[in-house]
């Protein structure tokens, strides 16, 4: 049997890594400036967690987790962060040391789909979290922010789609109202559809099929049913966004996949860059009735996930900053010790540095170094040692010069950072 990756996990090589990084940098910097708190929790969790938080009748629960059972545990590997992170954030119980918990984190996430262009089954996502903070002005701030991020990456056109689902008893209401439009229609709807009927009604505005969309273009929409309170949420929103400058759409359909949302709602999609059909790059919304169902106090929250694979295909391309890599090339064995102790001292100012132990013929050393993606090559034989010095070369000019052995580091060091690299 040929031993390959999992179908729809995919190796991440170090030629793409660059791309990666810096995404993870702007991203941590983004929610740092924003005064959110990195956490990192375990990408299992036992799996009645999910089913609790995300919904039963959701397709990430029904069709998607990857669950097994070990030492008579039930476990499942994490189809989203926010599960997690509100089980953390209980278990540690962070509720009575702070009033307002902003946390951000970034990580693999297991969903059991149909692979596709920008769709897999291990992903990635970065997110953030707000507890104890009832919005509208954090869930406008929070808009704003993934708004801005995304102008910041370069990504191009995007939409903002906003709704409101209302808190609790709304949400109720709006899916008698659903059912009630539906059900007399419930034998044109799609197979899917019926069955939502009976389990996930709203989720039957979500569905793809033209059919199903045009039975349902005259349904009621949840802004219809909001009560006073959830109204005026939702136009303060609405306010403050206009007041920041933030394009958005009210899309009084958008319901999304997972159960635990009440109030906003939002999904941010592109279509630029190399994105197709997956173009929902995240979306999140408030979750004020789920550290309650989990066990805690009553806690209002909202959250976000941004998926890593499709920013990364709808960014800017960016030119390849190469890092720059010093080869040391010895010849003979005392070349071999004083390329050992520069090397030491080019990485201890931060520059990355690699010893070609493998000797040979300088020809092909050198033709080693330069496959290697070396930036500089650094020789060091009897010759220079008598000398005190060591040749250094250019490779993308192939110029050679003999610098003083003491002071080649930080020479070398100050070039570097010359060519916009910095330590
Ligand atoms: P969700 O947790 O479903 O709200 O998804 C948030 C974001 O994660 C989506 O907008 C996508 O960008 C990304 N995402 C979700 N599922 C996948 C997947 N199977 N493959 C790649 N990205 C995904």
Redesign the pocket.
């Given at each position: 049997m040929k031993l390959r990756a999992v179908k729809g996990m995919h190796d991440i090589l170090p030629d793409e890594i660059g791309r990666w990084h810096r995404l993870e940098a702007a991203f941590r910097a983004m929610a740092s400036r924003h005064g959110y708190e990195e956490v990192r929790t375990p990408v299992c969790e036992p799996t009645p967690l999910f089913v609790r938080s995300i919904g039963e009748a959701t397709d990430?629960v029904e069709k998607e987790m990857y669950s097994f059972r070990r030492h008579d545990d039930e476990l499942t590997l994490r189809p989203?962060g926010t599960a997690g992170a509100a089980r953390a954030y209980l278990e540690h119980t962070v509720h009575a040391r702070q009033a307002v918990t902003r946390w951000s984190y970034l990580g693999p996430?297991f969903?059991g789909?149909r692979p596709a262009r920008?769709?897999?089954?291990q992903?990635h996502?970065a997110g953030c979290e707000i507890y104890g903070d009832p919005g509208p002005v954090c869930d406008a701030e929070m808009i704003d922010m993934l708004v801005g991020f995304l102008g910041e990456l370069g990504v191009g056109e995007i939409e903002v789609l906003v709704n409101s689902l209302g808190s609790g008893d709304t949400r109720a209401r709006y899916r008698d109202a659903l059912v009630t439009h539906l059900s007399p229609r419930r034998a044109d709807l799609s197979e899917e559809s019926q069955r939502r009927l009976d389990k996930n009604p709203l989720r039957i505005l979500d569905s793809k099929s033209p059919r199903d969309q045009e039975l349902c273009a005259d349904a009621p929409t949840v802004l219809d049913v909001l009560d006073g309170d959830d109204r005026a949420h939702f136009d303060a929103l609405r306010r403050h966004l206009d007041a920041l400058g933030t394009p958005y759409r009210v899309d009084p359909r958008l319901v999304?996949?997972?159960d635990y949302y009440t109030r906003t709602l939002f999904?941010l999609r592109g279509s630029g860059g190399e994105l197709g059909a997956?173009n929902?790059?995240?979306?999140?919304g408030r979750y004020d009735g789920m550290i309650a169902e989990l066990g805690g106090p009553a806690t209002p929250a909202i959250g976000f996930?941004?998926?890593l694979?499709?920013l990364l295909l709808a960014m800017r391309p960016e030119l390849p900053r190469a890092a720059p890599l010093v080869v040391l090339v010895p010849l003979g064995d005392a070349g071999a010790t004083a390329c050992l102790v520069l090397a030491k001292e080019l990485r201890a100012l931060s520059i990355p540095a690699i010893v070609d132990g493998r000797g040979g013929k300088l020809k092909a050393m050198m033709a080693r170094a330069e496959q290697r993606g070396a930036t500089v090559a650094v020789l060091i034989g009897d010759a220079e040692l008598e000398r005190g010095a060591v040749a250094v070369k250019t490779m993308a000019t192939h110029a050679q010069e003999e610098l003083p052995r003491a002071s080649v580091a930080r020479v070398l060091a100050d070039r570097l950072a010359s060519l916009g690299w910095e330590s």
């Open positions: 990430v989203e996430m969903r789909e920008g769709r897999q089954r992903f996502q999304r996949g997972l999904e997956q929902a790059l995240g979306g999140g996930a941004l998926g694979e499709r």
